[in-house]
């Protein structure tokens, strides 16, 4: 079956870096895109990133655009988010989801990674 | 990339029908069908319930629909359960090759 795991969340101070990761099973990885979604405490969803299947096309939301940078190892079945300069409003859990292919909607979803900003 | 609008919250009685909608732009759900909806229920990961405006993943139950008119989606539950209360993301594709998710929308079954 089709699963997603996140890892690498944390507690880090405002300013410093943090990488997730997503592991996948249970498809062939390759032929995949990959999304990462967010949700700050109490709030909605907020996507963030895509990597598409080639592992070349990559787009970012505006408010992460520039500090954070999404990639893949497809030999490994895993998707990086690597989340630099960080600010406290990146506080979120981070869900990494299987994008569906040619229709840009996440069938498939992680439980998530708790990412803390806080000094 | 300004969030879809949909309302805060709706409300319906077991087995009423209740719709939400979903407001964006000519830069996402007025110019492609790729609006997604999801269900989240408290503590879990969201769920797929519609993509591609109204296709049903499979395991979805019939009572879920979607539509678009111009630039505004809506999701219709029929035969309204207590288990369907929960909340309810929209998304759309934009001209920006990103994805961008509507605030929310919390409903209460009576």
């Known amino acids: 079956q089709v699963q997603l795991v996140e890892s690498g969340g944390g507690v880090v101070q405002p300013g410093g870096s943090l990488r997730l990761s997503c592991s996948a099973s249970?498809?062939?990885?390759?032929?995949?895109?990959i999304h990462w979604v967010r949700q700050a405490p109490g709030r909605g969803l907020e996507w963030v990133a895509v990597?598409?299947?080639?592992?070349?096309?990559?787009h970012y939301a505006d408010s992460v655009k520039g500090r954070f940078t999404i990639s893949r190892d497809n030999s490994r079945s895993t998707v990086y988010l690597q989340m630099n300069s960080l600010r406290a409003e990146d506080t979120a859990l981070y869900y990494c989801t299987r994008g569906t292919s040619g229709t840009y909607s996440s069938d498939y979803w992680g439980l998530g990674t708790l990412v803390t900003v806080s000094s | 990339q300004s969030a879809l609008t949909q309302p805060a919250s709706v409300s319906g009685s077991p087995g009423q029908s209740i719709t939400i909608s979903c407001t964006g732009t000519?830069?996402?759900?007025?110019?492609?069908?790729?609006v997604s909806w999801y269900q989240q229920h408290p503590g879990k990961a969201p769920k797929l319930i519609i993509s591609e405006v109204s296709y049903r993943p499979s395991g979805v139950s019939t009572r879920f629909s979607g539509s678009k008119s111009a630039d505004t989606a809506s999701l219709t539950i029929s035969g309204l359960r207590a288990e369907d209360e929960a909340d309810y993301y929209c998304s759309s594709y934009t001209t920006s090759n990103t994805v961008v998710f509507g605030g929310g929308t919390k409903l209460t079954v009576l």
């Open positions: 990597i598409w299947s080639d592992g070349y096309n990559r």
């Open positions: 249970g498809f062939i990885f390759s032929s995949y895109g």
């Open positions: 000519y830069s996402d759900i007025g110019v492609y069908n790729f």
